[in-house]
């Protein structure tokens, strides 16, 4: 089973390896959970190159909302760019953030919403719908140039000139959320993606507290 | 200690009754006391449902408004500003809006962010808290903060992943257990205890809740508490939070006084009706026991009487109980019954149980009470002795003899009827107590007595005809008692009977000879036993040999107030009075003592002893055998002299008894001849040695012709066949010289001695020359 999972990144490994000429190279990170399972929605940061003005991208990213989720429920973003939140359903959402790196809302809207919020400061943004708690979406708002989202593989591509001396990582399921960690590389693998085994908490639907109920702790 | 039959039954129904009263009330204070602590208990159960329920709904509430204010997106909004101040106003703000008295919102990793209270929660306790909810959907309970206990809910703040957590709280206080109260209608009393020595106390009983040292306490219980302000309570904890930061409890009170003085007035009932019935116990268990007793009471009265002779009472038998009138029926059946039997023995006392007539005590006393009553008049006593009545019983058996008897007091009945009393004194002899009749009016009652008396009785078809013999005695001439009179009446019918006349007037002077042999016998009895008899001998002449060779023992006995009685009374006494075998028993010890005593001597005297008829009996020659033995006697040391009337009384065993006598070797010697039968055909037939003479013919023989030729006729009589011949009373020289010349063999009498006793005689014999016969 694992191996069958693994097949298409062997593939990969086999295009890297003849496109060695080009003047950047892509390197490949596969994020693992405790149980060696692929880990999707890793953001992977290169801390080497500030984004640039010239590099941002003149449109807008999308997080839409389909079937009252956010889609795609995480996505990475250059700090500066814009982003559009396109309502799918036929409710109306109100999707807000009380992150630091950006407090919004967007009030009841259907369709699409008057303009696209702009996220300029670095950080996780964790958004919400202020009437479905249940959405819950992420945007990795990177001061650097060169990151990635895991697919789901498990895989996150980065290009780079020479092989990345650290890397800097965030899962909005580690089990210190909203905490990007910096993890410094010794020695890239001679094949295949660097492996990053993840230590994650899934959130598992919670029952609500209905009743009051005494407690006895020892 | 002896106690009355009413007390006792009193006693024991009262003490039952007691006894079981003590038990009612008991048990009813018991049930009630039982039924008050169940229903309590009950009301507790209740009421804790109902407190826990409260508990619940409270907090429910509490956790609705919590969860609606945490999902508040202005509350997510202000406690996300990063702005401390901003997030104090939101919770003091929204706090106030769901009317919660705590609100503390508190980071992932359990740092207070902000709380609006003064004091706050132990952090360590927080982060218990927080580990302990594992699905970190938010918990809910009961803390305690310092001196305050809290019910709290503790839910996250998500934004909308959580970002930090919000405890809302309010405050369990006074208001809160007075509402308790109010619903469950129990007393309520929370008490926590912190591990910081912190104590939290609420209670709705304002006394406890007063006491500052209770509340303050940490280890004082609630039970403790309670009964130290005197008060009656039935508790029921409730736990409501334990830890190791605190623990609360709950408890539920209910006053056991109110729920007792609902039962106040049934105990109150109880008791009265209680107390009623034991009075009116008291009351019927001592009429009860008196209705009981006093028919017994009753009885013992009557018993009384009967015992003191009195049957006069009877018991009404009409008492409610059946026992008792029962008892007082037999018992008046067995006072009459007790009644008649007196009657008969009175009857059977004083009267002759065959013919009926008056018995010897009854006629006593009748003429005692006549005499008394009126001592004037005269009164004659007539014993009536019916002859030969012995020879009736043998011929024709007793029926035919009582039958006489019965027939013959009938008689006698008849004639005295009313007018004088009639008794029987024993078996044919009959009294007859005659009014009004004196010495000179005898006559004519006696023969009137005779006439009708020896008239032939017609017995069982048979014609009897009695003869009767009197005697007779009058008062007051010969007698002023009664027994005197009888007694007297009867010497002059043994008189009559004696000298066989038809009757016989009482002589005076007859009772006195009649008692002194009374006394005489009597004395001689003493006499016997005292050894205060004496014998003398009076010695015996041989006229051949010249020498006194002979004695005759005679008894002398001299009565301390008659003086010296002649043998021939007292033997004639003694032979009476069957005093016989005693004093021939007596003489015959004390001649045989003396005659070996004399023959040890070489005395060489022989002595004769008199013999009574009442000696001549088959077995008295064996005694005198073993006498000899005894005395180590030949028997021709002793002589024995027979009167011959003493042998003709029973002439058959008599002379059997002499011919054993003379077997043995006795000589055998005729006392007093001449004087009895003298009957020659008899003399023959005896086989005797010797005749001697009685003294009548000796003492004048010197005189007097007569007896000059009668006694030496009788002497050769004698010689010629074969007898010695002894003459006594000779008194004179001259009879001395006649007998002897005569031919006489041995003299007797004054003369030569007269009896002495055995020492005198021993004098006498040394000194003694027999006389020189005159020619």
Same mark, same amino acid.
């Given at each position: 089973?694992?191996?069958?999972?693994?097949?298409?990144?062997?593939?990969?490994?086999?295009?890297?390896?003849?496109?060695?000429?080009?003047?950047?190279?892509?390197?490949?990170?596969?994020?693992?959970?405790?149980?060696?399972?692929?880990?999707?929605?890793?953001?992977?940061?290169?801390?080497?190159?500030?984004?640039?003005?010239?590099?941002?991208?003149?449109?807008?990213?999308?997080?839409?909302?389909?079937?009252?989720?956010?889609?795609?429920?995480?996505?990475?973003?250059?700090?500066?760019?814009?982003?559009?939140?396109?309502?799918?359903?036929?409710?109306?959402?109100?999707?807000?953030?009380?992150?630091?790196?950006?407090?919004?809302?967007?009030?009841?809207?259907?369709?699409?919403?008057?303009?696209?919020?702009?996220?300029?400061?670095?950080?996780?943004?964790?958004?919400?719908?202020?009437?479905?708690?249940?959405?819950?979406?992420?945007?990795?708002?990177?001061?650097?140039?060169?990151?990635?989202?895991?697919?789901?593989?498990?895989?996150?591509?980065?290009?780079?000139?020479?092989?990345?001396?650290?890397?800097?990582?965030?899962?909005?399921?580690?089990?210190?959320?909203?905490?990007?960690?910096?993890?410094?590389?010794?020695?890239?693998?001679?094949?295949?993606?660097?492996?990053?085994?993840?230590?994650?908490?899934?959130?598992?639907?919670?029952?609500?507290?209905?009743?009051?109920?005494?407690?006895?702790? =020892? | 200690?002896?106690?009355?039959?009413?007390?006792?039954?009193?006693?024991?129904?009262?003490?039952?009754?007691?006894?079981?009263?003590?038990?009612?009330?008991?048990?009813?204070?018991?049930?009630?006391?039982?039924?008050?602590?169940?229903?309590?208990?009950?009301?507790?159960?209740?009421?804790?449902?109902?407190?826990?329920?409260?508990?619940?709904?409270?907090?429910?509430?509490?956790?609705?408004?919590?969860?609606?204010?945490?999902?508040?997106?202005?509350?997510?909004?202000?406690?996300?500003?990063?702005?401390?101040?901003?997030?104090?106003?939101?919770?003091?703000?929204?706090?106030?809006?769901?009317?919660?008295?705590?609100?503390?919102?508190?980071?992932?990793?359990?740092?207070?962010?902000?709380?609006?209270?003064?004091?706050?929660?132990?952090?360590?306790?927080?982060?218990?808290?927080?580990?302990?909810?594992?699905?970190?959907?938010?918990?809910?309970?009961?803390?305690?903060?310092?001196?305050?206990?809290?019910?709290?809910?503790?839910?996250?703040?998500?934004?909308?992943?959580?970002?930090?957590?919000?405890?809302?709280?309010?405050?369990?206080?006074?208001?809160?257990?007075?509402?308790?109260?109010?619903?469950?209608?129990?007393?309520?009393?929370?008490?926590?205890?912190?591990?910081?020595?912190?104590?939290?106390?609420?209670?709705?009983?304002?006394?406890?809740?007063?006491?500052?040292?209770?509340?303050?306490?940490?280890?004082?219980?609630?039970?403790?508490?309670?009964?130290?302000?005197?008060?009656?309570?039935?508790?029921?904890?409730?736990?409501?939070?334990?830890?190791?930061?605190?623990?609360?409890?709950?408890?539920?009170?209910?006053?056991?006084?109110?729920?007792?003085?609902?039962?106040?007035?049934?105990?109150?009932?109880?008791?009265?009706?209680?107390?009623?019935?034991?009075?009116?116990?008291?009351?019927?268990?001592?009429?009860?026991?008196?209705?009981?007793?006093?028919?017994?009471?009753?009885?013992?009265?009557?018993?009384?009487?009967?015992?003191?002779?009195?049957?006069?009472?009877?018991?009404?038998?009409?008492?409610?109980?059946?026992?008792?009138?029962?008892?007082?029926?037999?018992?008046?059946?067995?006072?009459?019954?007790?009644?008649?039997?007196?009657?008969?023995?009175?009857?059977?006392?004083?009267?002759?149980?065959?013919?009926?007539?008056?018995?010897?005590?009854?006629?006593?006393?009748?003429?005692?009470?006549?005499?008394?009553?009126?001592?004037?008049?005269?009164?004659?006593?007539?014993?009536?002795?019916?002859? =030969?009545?012995?020879?009736?019983?043998?011929?024709?058996?007793?029926?035919?003899?009582?039958?006489?008897?019965?027939?013959?007091?009938?008689?006698?009945?008849?004639?005295?009827?009313?007018?004088?009393?009639?008794?029987?004194?024993?078996?044919?002899?009959?009294?007859?107590?005659?009014?009004?009749?004196?010495?000179?009016?005898?006559?004519?009652?006696?023969?009137?007595?005779?006439?009708?008396?020896?008239?032939?009785?017609?017995?069982?078809?048979?014609?009897?005809?009695?003869?009767?013999?009197?005697?007779?005695?009058?008062?007051?001439?010969?007698?002023?008692?009664?027994?005197?009179?009888?007694?007297?009446?009867?010497?002059?019918?043994?008189?009559?009977?004696?000298? =066989?006349?038809?009757?016989?007037?009482?002589?005076?002077?007859?009772?006195?000879?009649?008692?002194?042999?009374?006394?005489?016998?009597?004395?001689?009895?003493?006499?016997?036993?005292?050894?205060?008899?004496?014998?003398?001998?009076?010695?015996?002449?041989?006229?051949?040999?010249?020498?006194?060779?002979?004695?005759?023992?005679?008894?002398?006995?001299?009565?301390?107030?008659?003086?010296?009685?002649?043998?021939?009374?007292?033997?004639?006494?003694?032979?009476?009075?069957?005093?016989?075998?005693?004093?021939?028993?007596?003489?015959?010890?004390?001649?045989?003592?003396?005659?070996?005593?004399?023959?040890?001597?070489?005395?060489?005297?022989?002595?004769?002893?008199?013999?009574?008829?009442?000696?001549?009996?088959?077995?008295?020659?064996?005694?005198?055998?073993?006498?000899?033995? =005894?005395?180590?006697?030949?028997?021709?040391?002793?002589?024995?002299?027979?009167?011959?009337?003493?042998?003709?009384?029973?002439?058959?065993?008599?002379?059997?008894?002499?011919?054993?006598?003379?077997?043995?070797?006795?000589?055998?010697?005729?006392?007093?001849?001449?004087?009895?039968?003298?009957?020659?055909?008899?003399?023959?037939?005896?086989?005797?040695?010797?005749?001697?003479?009685?003294?009548?013919?000796?003492?004048?023989?010197?005189?007097?012709?007569?007896?000059?030729?009668?006694?030496?006729?009788?002497?050769?009589?004698?010689?010629?066949?074969?007898?010695?011949?002894?003459?006594?009373?000779?008194?004179?020289?001259?009879?001395?010289?006649?007998?002897?010349?005569?031919?006489?063999?041995?003299?007797?009498?004054?003369?030569?001695?007269?009896?002495?006793?055995?020492?005198?005689?021993?004098?006498?014999?040394?000194?003694?020359?027999?006389?020189?016969?005159?020619?």
């Amino acid at each position: 089973m694992f191996w069958k999972q693994l097949l298409p990144q062997f593939c990969a490994f086999v295009g890297v390896s003849i496109a060695p000429l080009t003047s950047a190279d892509r390197y490949q990170i596969q994020f693992v959970d405790d149980e060696n399972k692929p880990v999707e929605f890793a953001v992977i940061a290169h801390p080497n190159a500030p984004v640039t003005e010239a590099l941002l991208p003149a449109e807008p990213a999308v997080i839409d909302q389909i079937d009252m989720q956010f889609s795609p429920m995480v996505i990475a973003i250059e700090q500066g760019r814009t982003v559009s939140f396109p309502n799918s359903d036929n409710i109306r959402h109100h999707v807000y953030s009380f992150s630091k790196a950006k407090r919004f809302e967007t009030k009841l809207y259907a369709n699409k919403p008057d303009a696209p919020i702009l996220f300029d400061q670095a950080g996780v943004v964790v958004l919400g719908c202020n009437i479905h708690d249940t959405m819950i979406g992420y945007i990795y708002v990177s001061p650097w140039r060169d990151f990635a989202v895991s697919d789901q593989n498990g895989i996150a591509e980065i290009q780079a000139a020479e092989a990345p001396q650290s890397l800097e990582y965030w899962h909005p399921w580690s089990l210190l959320p909203n905490q990007i960690i910096t993890h410094n590389i010794q020695d890239w693998p001679e094949t295949g993606p660097l492996i990053l085994k993840l230590m994650l908490n899934k959130p598992e639907p919670q029952p609500e507290l209905k009743t009051f109920k005494r407690r006895y702790l =020892k | 200690m002896k106690m009355s039959l009413r007390n006792r039954i009193a006693i024991f129904f009262l003490s039952l009754l007691i006894v079981s009263t003590i038990a009612t009330i008991g048990s009813v204070l018991l049930a009630t006391n039982n039924s008050v602590k169940v229903q309590a208990q009950a009301k507790l159960n209740v009421g804790k449902k109902v407190f826990e329920q409260l508990l619940n709904e409270r907090g429910n509430q509490l956790l609705n408004s919590a969860t609606v204010l945490v999902a508040d997106f202005g509350f997510k909004d202000a406690v996300t500003s990063n702005d401390q101040a901003t997030i104090e106003s939101a919770l003091v703000n929204n706090r106030n809006r769901i009317n919660a008295d705590l609100m503390m919102l508190i980071t992932l990793n359990g740092e207070v962010i902000s709380s609006q209270q003064a004091h706050q929660l132990d952090t360590a306790y927080i982060k218990v808290l927080l580990k302990s909810d594992q699905t970190k959907s938010g918990l809910s309970g009961i803390f305690l903060i310092q001196d305050e206990i809290f019910q709290y809910v503790m839910l996250p703040v998500k934004a909308p992943i959580t970002l930090a957590w919000a405890i809302v709280a309010t405050r369990i206080d006074k208001e809160f257990a007075l509402q308790l109260k109010e619903l469950t209608n129990l007393d309520v009393i929370f008490k926590a205890k912190g591990n910081k020595n912190n104590v939290a106390f609420v209670s709705t009983i304002e006394s406890i809740q007063a006491d500052i040292h209770a509340r303050s306490s940490n280890d004082t219980s609630i039970k403790e508490l309670l009964s130290q302000h005197e008060l009656n309570y039935l508790t029921l904890a409730v736990k409501l939070s334990e830890s190791d930061f605190f623990e609360i409890n709950a408890f539920l009170n209910t006053s056991l006084r109110e729920s007792f003085l609902q039962f106040y007035p049934l105990k109150v009932q109880i008791v009265i009706i209680a107390g009623i019935t034991l009075i009116l116990s008291i009351i019927s268990a001592f009429f009860l026991a008196r209705k009981i007793t006093s028919p017994i009471i009753n009885l013992a009265k009557v018993t009384k009487e009967v015992s003191s002779g009195n049957y006069k009472e009877i018991i009404e038998p009409n008492h409610s109980s059946v026992e008792i009138s029962r008892l007082s029926e037999h018992f008046n059946i067995m006072q009459k019954e007790i009644a008649s039997r007196e009657e008969k023995l009175t009857y059977l006392a004083y009267n002759d149980s065959l013919t009926g007539v008056a018995n010897r005590s009854y006629l006593i006393k009748q003429l005692s009470d006549s005499i008394s009553s009126t001592p004037n008049k005269e009164i004659a006593i007539v014993r009536i002795y019916i002859d =030969k009545f012995k020879e009736v019983n043998d011929t024709f058996g007793y029926d035919i003899g009582d039958a006489l008897l019965i027939a013959f007091a009938q008689v006698l009945i008849s004639y005295t009827y009313r007018t004088h009393y009639v008794a029987r004194l024993n078996a044919a002899e009959f009294a007859v107590i005659l009014n009004n009749v004196n010495d000179n009016t005898i006559t004519e009652k006696i023969t009137n007595f005779q006439t009708i008396l020896e008239y032939p009785l017609s017995v069982h078809d048979l014609r009897l005809k009695n003869h009767i013999i009197m005697g007779i005695s009058f008062y007051p001439k010969q007698g002023n008692e009664a027994e005197q009179l009888l007694r007297r009446s009867e010497i002059a019918l043994n008189h009559a009977k004696d000298f =066989k006349l038809d009757y016989f007037i009482y002589e005076e002077g007859q009772d006195e000879r009649h008692l002194r042999q009374i006394d005489l016998i009597n004395g001689l009895k003493e006499a016997l036993k005292a050894d205060a008899l004496n014998i003398h001998y009076q010695a015996k002449v041989d006229s051949k040999l010249n020498v006194v060779n002979q004695v005759e023992a005679l008894l002398r006995w001299v009565h301390p107030k008659y003086g010296v009685i002649s043998p021939e009374e007292f033997i004639t006494l003694a032979e009476q009075t069957g005093l016989m075998p005693s004093l021939t028993n007596w003489v015959l010890t004390n001649v045989f003592t003396q005659a070996s005593r004399w023959k040890k001597q070489g005395l060489g005297i022989t002595i004769a002893v008199n013999l009574s008829a009442y000696d001549l009996v088959s077995d008295f020659p064996k005694n005198l055998e073993l006498l000899l033995i =005894k005395h180590q006697l030949q028997p021709d040391d002793i002589m024995l002299e027979i009167t011959e009337s003493a042998v003709m009384n029973n002439p058959e065993v008599a002379i059997q008894v002499l011919h054993r006598l003379k077997k043995i070797g006795f000589s055998l010697s005729i006392d007093d001849y001449g004087t009895g039968y003298s009957s020659l055909s008899q003399l023959k037939n005896m086989p005797i040695d010797e005749l001697k003479i009685d003294k009548s013919f000796v003492i004048h023989l010197d005189s007097d012709k007569n007896d000059q030729a009668i006694v030496k006729s009788t002497i050769e009589l004698a010689h010629n066949i074969g007898l010695s011949v002894v003459a006594e009373g000779v008194e004179t020289l001259q009879s001395f010289s006649m007998l002897k010349h005569w031919g006489c063999n041995k003299l007797q009498g004054y003369l030569i001695s007269r009896p002495i006793s055995a020492s005198d005689f021993e004098t006498w014999l040394q000194e003694y020359k027999v006389p020189e016969a005159s020619s």
